[in-house]
C-alpha cells in the first residue's frame, strides 16, 4: 500500500500566483518526519523543507510552507509567489522510525508566463 | 560544500553484464540510502544502510541486485545479470542518524540504459 500519496501528476500555474502542492503520508509510528524535494529538469534531488511530526508550528522556508494538517494526515507544500524557475518535479517523503526515508511518486509543476 | 559522489554518470551495457555502481556518502553521514527512479514507478527505495550494516533492502530484486558498504566511505549496488528493465535513474543519498531533520543528500545519480 502507498505510503505517501500525492494525487495532482502534474499542475500547470501561472507566475507570481501561489500554488499548493497535496501530499498525504500514513504511518502508526508517531514519530515521523515530513520532507519536500524538488527535482528540476537536470536531474538533481533539492531539499526544500521538513516537518518533523512533533513540531507545533508548520515548517516555513522563504517562499516555501508546509502545511501541516496531522489529524487528517497531510502535509502539503505550498510555494508563493511562483518562479519560472519552480518548474520542476516535486516530491514529498516521509521518514519512518529512525531513518528510513520513502518518497512519494512527485508531482511535476509547470509554471506559465 | 561537501556532496555525494556516485560513479559513473552514465552507463550502457547490454543485457546480461555485470554492472557496478559506486557511491561514497558525505564524509560523518552514517546512513547511506540507494534509490531507483523510473517514471512508471518514481523513486523506489532499494536498500539502506546505518552505520555500514544494511538495514532494509526488501525493494530490492533479490536474486540479481546486492548492495553492500565495504567501508564508510564507499557504497556499492551491483546487478548481476542486468536485464533491460533495470535501465533506471540509481541515486545514492546519506544523512545523519539522529538528527530527524536532517534531509538525505543526494547524488546526481548513475543513469544506466540495459540494451
Known sequence: AQKITQTQ?????Q???AVTLDCTYDTS??????????????GEMI???YQGSYDQQNATEGRYSLNFQKARKSANLVIS?????????YFCAMREGRDKIIFGKGTRLHILP | DARVTQTPRHKVTEMGQEVTMRCQPILGHNTVFWYRQTMMQGLEL???FRNRAPLDDSGMPKDRFSAEMPDATL??????P??????AVYFCASGSLGTGGSPQHFGDGTRLSIL
Open chain 1, 9 to 13: 501528476p502534474g499542475m500547470f500555474v
Open chain 1, 15 to 17: 507566475e507570481k500566483e
Open chain 1, 29 to 42: 509510528d508517531p514519530s515521523y518526519g515530513l520532507f519536500w524535494y524538488k527535482q528540476p529538469s537536470s
Open chain 1, 47 to 49: 531539499f526544500l523543507i
Open chain 1, 81 to 89: 509567489a511562483s518562479q519560472l524557475g519552480d518548474s520542476a518535479m
Open chain 2, 46 to 48: 532499494l536498500a539502506y
Open chain 2, 75 to 80: 557504497a556499492t549496488l551491483k546487478i548481476q
Open chain 2, 82 to 87: 542486468s536485464e533491460p528493465r533495470d535501465s
